[in-house]
C-alpha cells in the first residue's frame, strides 16, 4: 500500500453547538480539523451526536453557534455558498436512501444532469464507470427493491461520486445490512481511501478504521472526547470513558 | 383477489339475501297497499328523450339534459378543485410561513362550514357581485353565436352562464380542501431520507420535489384522489339549490310537474350509480395498470 501524503485542511469545524428542541444538546462546542486525503473515523455510544455532526457538515442541520468551513468557502446563509457545499460534499446514508423510483442508472445519474447540467452521454459514460468501480455492471437498469441491501448501499455510495465530491460522509454506511454483506461495501469504502478520497465516517467497524483510518475521534454527549492517531486510541487509549467504550464494542466483535 | 381461496357461497349469505328480498318485497308492499301508490313508468321516457317535430328526430330531454350538467359540472369541479388542492397541498408542506398559514385557514374554513353554505355564499357573493360587475354574461350574450356555442357546449346556455360558474366553483373549492389534504398526505407519506438524499447530491429544494418527492408521491396520491372524484360526482348535486340544471334539479321539476316520485327518483338514482360505478371502474383498471407498469 503507497502512503498518501496528506494536504491542506479541508474541513474546519469551529466551536460548533446544536440543540434540537429546545433542550436536547446534540452537539455542544465541537471543533474538529480534517485535511485532504484524510480518513476521519468517528465512533462513540447512541446518542453522542455523531450523525449531527455529519449532517451539518452538508448543511443538512443547521448550527446554532460556532462556523463551518469547508474547502475555503463558509458554509453560512448564502444560498451560493450553501450549494457549492452540497455538491462538493457526498453523503452516504445508513440506509441507502435511493430514489425507489428510479432504475440504478437514473439514481446516479440524477445530480450531475439536473445540478450540473451535464449533457446525458457524458453522464451516461460516467455513470457506467461507477458501477465497475462499485462491482455492480449488470444491475443498472434494476430498481433499487431488485437489489440486497449491500448492492444498494453500494450504488448509493456510486450515486454520491457521481457529482466528483471533495469530501466523502458515511453515516454507519453498513449498521443497516445482513453481516455477509458488510464487507463488501467496506471494501469499496477501502479503495475509495485508497485513491485518497477524503472521508470523514461514522462507524463501529474497528477493522476497517485500523485498516484505513488516520484518526479516530470518540464523542459522548454531544462533545468531542478523545482525538487521536489509530494506533494510540487502540494501544492506549486516555479517558476512561473511551477504554470502557472500547472494551465494550471490541467484545461485541466491532458490531452495533 | 391473490387469495387461493375458492369462494364459497356459506348460509350467511344466504340469510342476508333472504333478508334483502324480504326488504324488497314489504316495501313493494306497503307502497301498493298503504298509500297505494300508482306506477306510471310509461310517462318517463319523455323526460329522457323526446321526438322534434322540426328535426325529425330524437333528442334529449328534461332528465338527460340533467345529466350531462352533472357530468360537465363534475368535469370542472373535479378539474379546478385538482388544481387548487395541488397548489394548497403543496403550499401546506413549504417552509414558507405565509404558505402554510393559508393553506391551513382554507383547509379548515371549508370543512368546518356546511357545503350547502358555501355554494349559497358562493352564488349571492360571487355571482352577484363579482361575475355581474365583470360582465362574463353580457359579453358572450353580445358576442357572436359561434361563441355562444362553444359556451355552451362546455359550460351551459349562456343564460346561465353566472349560475354555473359560481356552481362549479364551488364544488371545486369545496372537493378542493379535501384534495388538499391528500395531496398534503401524499407529500408527507415520502420518508424525510428522501429529501435528504436528493439534498445531499445538490438538487435545490425545488428539484427534490420536482424529481423525487412529487413522482412518489403522485403513486400514494392516485387512489384516495380518484375516490375523492367519485364524491365530486355525487357532491355536485348540491347545488340544484342555486337552480343550477343538473340532475337533481331536473329531477324535483320532473316529480313537481307529474307527480311520479318514485320512477323519477328511482331513475335519478340508477342514473347517477351508472356514473360513479362507471367511473370508480375506470379509475380502479387504471390504478391497477399503474401498479403493474413498474
Ligand atoms: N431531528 C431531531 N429532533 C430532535 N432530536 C434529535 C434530532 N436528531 C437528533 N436528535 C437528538 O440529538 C442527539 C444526538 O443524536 P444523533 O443522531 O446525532 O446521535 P448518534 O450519535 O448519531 O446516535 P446513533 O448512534 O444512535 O446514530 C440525540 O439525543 C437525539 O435524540
Ligand atoms: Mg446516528
Request: charged share 25%; aromatic share 10%; net charge neutral.
Amino acid at each position: 500500500m503507497k502512503e498518501k501524503i496528506i494536504g491542506e485542511t479541508i474541513i474546519e469545524v469551529d466551536s460548533v453547538s446544536k440543540t434540537f428542541d429546545r433542550r436536547i444538546k446534540a452537539l455542544r462546542d465541537v471543533s474538529l480539523k480534517v485535511k485532504q486525503k484524510e480518513v476521519v473515523v468517528i465512533i462513540g455510544p447512541s446518542g453522542s451526536g455523531k450523525s449531527t455532526l455529519l449532517r451539518c457538515l452538508n448543511g443538512l442541520e443547521e448550527t446554532e453557534r460556532g462556523s463551518i468551513i469547508i474547502d475555503d468557502t463558509p458554509l453560512d446563509e448564502h444560498h451560493k455558498n450553501r450549494l457549492k457545499i452540497r455538491t462538493e460534499v457526498g453523503m452516504v446514508f445508513q440506509n441507502f436512501n435511493l430514489f425507489p423510483h428510479m432504475t440504478v442508472r437514473d439514481n446516479i445519474r440524477t445530480g450531475p444532469r439536473f445540478v450540473r447540467k451535464e449533457a446525458i452521454d457524458e453522464v451516461d459514460i460516467r455513470t457506467e464507470d461507477l458501477l465497475e468501480k462499485v462491482g455492480i455492471t449488470d444491475k443498472i437498469d434494476s430498481f433499487p427493491r431488485q437489489l440486497s441491501g449491500g448492492q444498494q448501499q453500494r450504488v448509493a455510495i456510486a450515486r454520491a461520486l457521481a457529482m466528483n465530491p471533495l469530501i466523502m460522509l458515511f453515516d454507519e454506511p453498513t449498521s443497516a445490512l445482513d453481516p455477509e454483506m458488510v464487507g463488501e461495501v467496506l471494501e469499496v469504502m477501502k479503495t475509495l481511501a485508497h485513491e485518497g478520497m477524503t472521508m470523514v465516517v461514522v462507524t463501529h467497524e474497528m477493522g476497517f478504521a485500523r485498516e484505513v483510518g488516520d484518526r479516530i475521534i470518540f464523542m459522548d454527549e454531544g462533545k468531542i472526547v478523545e482525538e487521536s492517531s489509530v494506533e494510540d486510541f487502540f494501544e492506549n487509549p486516555e479517558k476512561e470513558r473511551t477504554k470502557l467504550f472500547l472494551s465494550k464494542i471490541l467484545d461485541n466483535g466491532g458490531c452495533e | 383477489m391473490t387469495t387461493g381461496q375458492k369462494k364459497k357461497f356459506k348460509l350467511i349469505d344466504l340469510i342476508l339475501i333472504t333478508l334483502i328480498i324480504a326488504l324488497i318485497i314489504y316495501v313493494l308492499y306497503r307502497i301498493r297497499v298503504s298509500i297505494r301508490y300508482e306506477w306510471s313508468w310509461d310517462i318517463i321516457p319523455k323526460y329522457l328523450f323526446r321526438f322534434d317535430d322540426d328535426r325529425g328526430r330524437f333528442v334529449a330531454s328534461t332528465i338527460t339534459h340533467g345529466f350531462i350538467m352533472t357530468i360537465k359540472l363534475s368535469i370542472w369541479g373535479i378539474i379546478l378543485g385538482t388544481l387548487i388542492g395541488v397548489i394548497m397541498g403543496i403550499l401546506r408542506v413549504q417552509n414558507g410561513l405565509f404558505g402554510r398559514f393559508l393553506g391551513r385557514i382554507y383547509v379548515d374554513i371549508i370543512r368546518n362550514i356546511p357545503p350547502i353554505v358555501l355554494v349559497f355564499i358562493f352564488y349571492f357573493f360571487f355571482s352577484s357581485q363579482i361575475l355581474d360587475n365583470l360582465g362574463f354574461e353580457e359579453a358572450v350574450l353580445r358576442a357572436g353565436p359561434a361563441m355562444q356555442n362553444f359556451v355552451r357546449i362546455i359550460f351551459i346556455d349562456p343564460k346561465l352562464l353566472n349560475e354555473f360558474l359560481s356552481a362549479a366553483l364551488s364544488i371545486a373549492i369545496y372537493e378542493g380542501a379535501y384534495i388538499t389534504e391528500i395531496v398534503r398526505a401524499g407529500i408527507e407519506s415520502i420518508p424525510k431520507g428522501q429529501w435528504e438524499a436528493g439534498h445531499s447530491i445538490g438538487l435545490s429544494r425545488f428539484a427534490q420535489f420536482r424529481h423525487i418527492i412529487l413522482p412518489q408521491a403522485f403513486k400514494n396520491v392516485m387512489p384516495p384522489l380518484s375516490g375523492q372524484f367519485i364524491s365530486t360526482i355525487k357532491d355536485s348535486a348540491i347545488v340544484s339549490v342555486i337552480s343550477v340544471p343538473e340532475l337533481s334539479f331536473q329531477g324535483m321539476q320532473v316529480m313537481a310537474s307529474t307527480y311520479a316520485t318514485f320512477e323519477t327518483w328511482i331513475v335519478i338514482t340508477i342514473l347517477y350509480f351508472v356514473l360513479t360505478f362507471s367511473c370508480s371502474s375506470i379509475f380502479s383498471r387504471l390504478l391497477k395498470k399503474m401498479q403493474s407498469a413498474d
